[in-house]
């Protein structure tokens, strides 16, 4: 946009400053693929080389300036990320502070590269003091990562000012990538890298530095898994983690680890002693609390938290009856006990490149830029010792002329220039072999350079006795020796590669499994089978009477109570369904809109009071009546009819819902409720309608669907179904007569027909609210 009277302080888009048009979808495009690549460069993807990303380098950096080593004192949060903000990383303090704070935090990062003193959180969720109540100092691991900064070990750049430099990378003495993980989510492309085991990780670098063309097999087979900071058992089978390694992409399968705690006289409880990662356990907590108030797994009777240094998580079971293996799968289903943690490496190939690595390409990676760095250390020592020869080269030709290089000082107007003009008789060389040492370029043969001069300028009288020169001599020789060595790394690759394989051993030496910090804390295991636990068995079987209301108030009493006891309800309200069952049985309510909804016997409400309204408990609508309430048995068949006239068989295992929803069995439409739902016992089947006509039919002509609207039952002029029943055809019809007597007709002929007839009136004796039972 070129400058207006409006906008006097905006600068062209040009250089002449005249106003440029372009499509507004090319303009956007361009400013947005700007932002993206500014998001992954510099926010989100970890750089392949040191694991870190600009905020954590520049924190590190930073406190590394402030010379806060590991075995120095503590300086205020706030002072460090104000640091950072100022000098290196210009966004808000709190970012800064919170990206410090989780670098200190051992739940979180496997290795810390900040000590931290006072509150940083902990692993309950709980977020860190201000930065104005803590304080902090870098780790042992955090100078490892920087260990070669002041020898030119890698490039630096200018800060976003120009004021200062900031390092591009850093040296990184250990695979940090991996050790401590990474995640991030960029514009288009995401990272997830769980932490692991640094031991583990040195001795598969070890194994490419001996093997270059190492197979994944062999790599994976010394990494086998993650190395949470929490702990916790890895259960993911070794095929597929090893497929995630080789591709970069894949999930790991982690649980909580417990054990069973006896408590003696056959009562158990169980204790969660790790929890996976990144799983806040005050959530936990609450997940597991809601499990047992919704009853979703009946067998957990209570959950305490009684952590204090460590984790310790106490499970109760609702009888000693249970099994923990079943109750511990249950809780695997349903809560955060057990997660799968992504896996996606997406990292910057030397900065630059966004790519999803194997985990051969990562260590390949560091190893490169450990190699790098060693070279550039290596040849920045070969400087300053070729520096320092050249000093001590000129002290050696001052203490072989030293009355010609005093008189020069006292007496010469310039004693510097008179000094390189002077032509001296060059030092005896050693029997220390320096044929790769280069002499300083002189301008004549024995003359003295600048900084030789200098130097001899700037000697002290102290250290003209003799002694120095043997010191000065001795110094000579050993750095003739060293600079030989050096020579020859730089020159030869595999003494390289054997240098940097001795550094690593020093690290895994520093932090490997001997330490405490080094150790394994996650485990591997198999996973069993949770799926297919049957409730049942998770719940200690008792007797109950089931009694539900006209209006819909469930309740469960102990035992077995007398089908025909008086029973108190609400006002206005009165007994609809009694039946005896067991705690671990599925009662089913079958709903006149044609659902079918589950209830656990060992979920429903006592019978101390008036029970709980069945409403609160499944989605049944309140114009929809409860039609039929019953334990299920598997293997049962149940005849379904709607007040239209249609029916048909449902095998009970069609009937069962796995949601407070309810599931669908009976298709209606318009005004169609659902009537009868009845166990299919007998081999025929008997309808009345209003019209008080009786139909009795086979029941092999009723066919068995899983859902459906069904097929006609009997025909119908006016009026609907009013009842349906089934018996055996030899037994005869029974029904109740008006004097309450049971009366059953054998003679059954005049009204057997064909299904969906009209029938014939039923007969005499036959109860006048067209009812069988």
Not at 202 to 208: E, H, K, N, P, R
Not at 516 to 543: C, H, K, N, Q, W
Request: hydrophobic share 40%; aromatic share 6%.
């Amino acid at each position: 946009m070129a400058k207006t009277p409006d906008n006097p302080n905006i600068e062209p888009d040009t250089p002449g400053g005249e106003m440029v048009s372009e499509p507004l979808s090319r303009a956007i495009g361009e400013r947005y693929l700007t932002y993206a690549l500014s998001t992954i460069m510099h926010r989100a993807l970890p750089d392949a080389r040191d694991g870190l990303k600009p905020v954590h380098r520049r924190i590190l950096f930073a406190m590394r300036e402030l010379r806060l080593s590991s075995t120095g004192g503590f300086r205020k949060s706030a002072k460090i990320s104000g640091d950072v903000m100022g000098n290196y990383h210009p966004h808000g303090d709190a970012a800064i502070y919170d990206a410090m704070a989780r670098l200190a935090q051992d739940f979180n990062v496997r290795y810390p590269l900040v000590d931290g003193q006072g509150n940083f959180g902990n692993i309950d969720g709980d977020n860190p003091a201000a930065s104005r109540y803590t304080e902090a100092r870098l780790t042992a691991a955090a100078e490892a990562l920087m260990e070669g900064l002041a020898e030119n070990a890698v490039d630096f750049r200018p800060n976003y000012d120009g004021t200062l430099e900031e390092p591009v990378v850093m040296p990184a003495a250990f695979p940090n990538l991996l050790a401590n993980g990474s995640s991030g989510i960029a514009v288009g492309m995401a990272t997830n890298i769980p932490p692991h085991n640094l031991h583990e990780l040195i001795d598969a670098c070890q194994l490419l530095l001996r093997s270059p063309e190492t197979s994944d097999e062999e790599i994976v087979a010394l990494v086998p898994g993650p190395d949470f900071p929490t702990g916790g058992v890895i259960v993911e089978p070794r095929e597929t983690i090893l497929e995630a390694y080789r591709t970069g992409r894949g999930a790991f399968r982690l649980r909580a680890k417990w054990e069973v705690e006896d408590l003696g006289r056959g009562t158990w409880q169980i204790v969660v002693t790790q929890i996976p990662y990144q799983v806040q356990k005050s959530r936990l907590i609450e997940r597991l609390a809601e499990l047992i108030q919704t009853k979703k797994v009946p067998a957990l009777a209570d959950v305490r938290d009684e952590s204090a240094e460590d984790v310790r998580i106490v499970l109760e079971p609702r009888a000693r009856t249970v099994d923990a293996e079943m109750l511990m799968g249950m809780l695997f289903r349903n809560s955060d006990l057990e997660i799968r943690f992504p896996l996606n490496m997406n990292v910057l190939i030397d900065g630059k490149v966004p790519k999803v690595c194997s985990l051969k390409e990562v260590l390949r990676a560091f190893l490169d830029h450990r190699r790098d760095v060693l070279q550039r250390r290596s040849q920045h020592r070969l400087d300053k010792i070729d520096l320092r020869l050249e000093l001590l080269e000129g002290f050696l030709i001052a203490y072989l002329n030293l009355d010609r290089v005093i008189d020069i000082i006292r007496y010469d107007v310039d004693p510097k220039r008179a000094l390189m003009a002077e032509t001296w008789g060059k030092p005896h060389k050693r029997a220390v072999s320096d044929k790769d040492y280069v002499p300083p370029d002189l301008s004549a043969e024995g003359e003295l350079t600048e900084p030789q001069a200098e130097a001899i300028l700037n000697m002290r009288l102290r250290s003209l006795r003799r002694l120095e020169e043997f010191e000065l001599r001795r110094e000579y020789d050993e750095l003739l020796k060293e600079r030989a060595d050096l020579a020859d790394l730089l020159e030869r690759p595999n003494r390289q590669w054997k240098r940097i394989g001795e550094e690593l051993t020093a690290i895994q030496t520093q932090f490997g499994k001997a330490t405490a910090l080094g150790a394994r804390r996650s485990t591997f295991a198999e996973a069993g089978v949770v799926e297919d636990v049957p409730v049942e068995a998770m719940i200690e079987r008792e007797p109950i009477t089931v009694i539900c209301s006209k209006m819909g108030w469930i309740r469960a009493m102990k035992g077995h109570q007398p089908l025909d006891a008086e029973v108190k309800f609400k006002d206005g309200d009165e007994g609809r369904h009694i039946l005896h069952a067991e705690t671990t049985d599925r009662i089913i309510i079958a709903g006149s809109n044609g659902r079918f909804y589950t209830l656990l016997g060992a979920n429903l409400p006592g019978g101390r009071g008036m029970g709980e309204p069945v409403r609160l408990m499944v989605d049944l609508p309140n114009e929809a009546e409860i039609v039929a309430l019953f334990v299920w048995r598997g293997g049962e068949k149940l005849i379904v009819a709607s007040s239209a006239g249609d029916g048909f068989l449902v095998a009970s295992e069609e009937v069962l819902a796995q949601t407070r929803a309810g599931k669908v069995v009976m298709n209606l439409s318009g005004d169609a409720r659902l009537l009868v739902c009845k166990p299919a016992q007998g081999d025929h089947v008997a309808v009345v309608g209003e019209n008080r006509k009786v139909l009795v039919f086979p029941l092999a002509d009723l066919p068995e669907m899983a859902r459906g609207k069904g097929v006609r039952l009997q025909k119908y002029k006016d009026g609907s179904l009013s009842d349906v029943t089934t018996f055996i055809l030899a037994q005869g019809l029974a029904w109740k007569d008006p004097a309450g007597r049971t009366r059953t007709e054998t003679e059954l002929g005049e009204w057997i027909g064909a299904r969906a007839s009209a029938g014939r009136m039923a007969p005499r004796g036959f109860p006048r609210e067209n009812r069988f039972t």
